[in-house]
């Protein structure tokens, strides 16, 4: 048996993926570093940036969205609660489900903290053309969809 022929590296997929892969870790690398000086953390952005969007939807939710386990949620939201960026309040209709809503000064700090986010995406796709974005993002949705459980 020939191993040399049975190695993915001329795999276009293979090879491609592995690009994927370094372009997140890259993006995961300068987005800690560009939220440094907000004194947030990317999981503490993507909270911020679903209440923003959907606000008193519940920590289920949120869990769900995020794609996360709700003891994730639950270690999350207290550190936001005590810099008084986000407000949990109880369900009027279901006392069991916690609402989740930014504070005005949440909501402040998310938009600073997008202005650096957006300037970091711009660098990044500033080499692709907005028809290219669309299928990279196309692709990486069939992506998702193809891995989904």
Same mark, same amino acid.
């Given at each position: 048996?020939?191993?040399?022929?049975?190695?993915?590296?001329?795999?276009?997929?293979?090879?491609?993926?592995?690009?994927?892969?370094?372009?997140?870790?890259?993006?995961?690398?300068?987005?800690?570093?560009?939220?440094?000086?907000?004194?947030?953390?990317?999981?503490?952005?993507?909270?911020?940036?679903?209440?923003?969007?959907? *606000?008193?939807?519940?920590?289920?939710? &949120?869990? =769900?969205?995020?794609?996360? #386990?709700?003891?994730?949620?639950? /270690?999350? +939201? *207290?550190?936001?609660?005590?810099?008084? &960026?986000? =407000?949990?309040?109880?369900? #009027?209709?279901?006392?069991?489900? /916690?609402? +989740?809503?930014?504070?005005?000064?949440?909501?402040?700090?998310?938009?600073?903290?997008?202005?650096?986010?957006?300037?970091?995406?711009?660098?990044?796709?500033?080499?692709?053309?907005?028809?290219?974005?669309?299928?990279?993002?196309?692709?990486?949705?069939?992506?998702?969809?193809?891995?989904?459980?």
């Amino acid at each position: 048996m020939n191993n040399k022929q049975d190695l993915p590296w001329d795999n276009p997929r293979f090879r491609n993926w592995v690009a994927v892969a370094k372009a997140c870790h890259s993006m995961e690398r300068a987005l800690g570093a560009a939220l440094q000086p907000h004194d947030l953390k990317p999981a503490q952005l993507d909270v911020l940036m679903n209440l923003y969007r959907h *606000p008193g939807m519940s920590q289920h939710d &949120l869990a =769900r969205k995020l794609l996360v #386990g709700r003891s994730n949620i639950t /270690m999350l +939201l *207290p550190q936001l609660e005590k810099r008084e &960026l986000v =407000r949990r309040e109880a369900d #009027g209709k279901d006392r069991r489900i /916690m609402r +989740l809503t930014l504070t005005t000064d949440g909501e402040a700090l998310l938009l600073r903290a997008l202005k650096s986010y957006s300037a970091l995406i711009e660098k990044a796709m500033s080499a692709s053309t907005p028809e290219q974005c669309d299928l990279i993002g196309m692709h990486m949705q069939r992506v998702a969809e193809a891995l989904r459980d």
